[in-house]
């Protein structure tokens, strides 16, 4: 079955470089913007404190998380077909990024929240979720390296 993009070819190379460098985009910012949750959540709302948390979260949503994340899918659909027949630790790996794009919409939601000043949630809560893209992101990479299965 051909592809839009062939292994062993330049363009397929391309590919591949700007999947991994948008996946490391994605990461930092999903790492980030918890990090940011945390902090926000001991701010009084409305506080200029508050306020500068706001803006930063925006711009790291919208500038840089989901620009990644819709790369990172753009590019492994363009390389999926090459992987999808009998390999089955792609399907896993594509359950865990169908994990990590779930946590993304939680983010998104949180996010939202804080700029309403609708935040409920204690800093806690946040250290947690924050944890939730590493362990993801350990699944993903041990399957892409080891190829288990």
């Known amino acids: 079955m051909p592809t839009l993009v062939d292994p062993g070819t330049t363009a397929y190379a391309l590919v591949k470089a700007l999947h991994i460098i948008s996946v490391i985009t994605w990461m930092a910012a999903m790492f980030y913007l918890p990090r940011l949750f945390v902090y926000h959540a001991s701010a009084t709302p409305g506080s200029e404190l508050s306020e500068t948390f706001k803006v930063m979260e925006r711009r790291l949503h919208r ?14 659909l363009t390389m999926a077909p090459v992987w999808l027949t009998g390999q089955g630790w792609l399907h896993a790996k594509l359950v865990l ?5 779930a946590c993304h919409g939680f ?5 939202r929240q804080f700029n309403e000043d609708g935040n409920r949630r204690t800093d806690r809560f946040y250290r947690v979720a924050n944890e939730i893209p590493t362990i993801l992101l350990l699944g993903i990479v041990f399957l892409v390296v080891l190829k288990p299965f």
């Open 63 to 76: 500038a840089i998380m989901t620009p990644s994340m819709i790369v990172v899918f753009l590019t492994g």
């Open 97 to 101: 990024v169908l994990g990590m794009a």
């Open 107 to 111: 983010y998104a939601r949180w996010r």
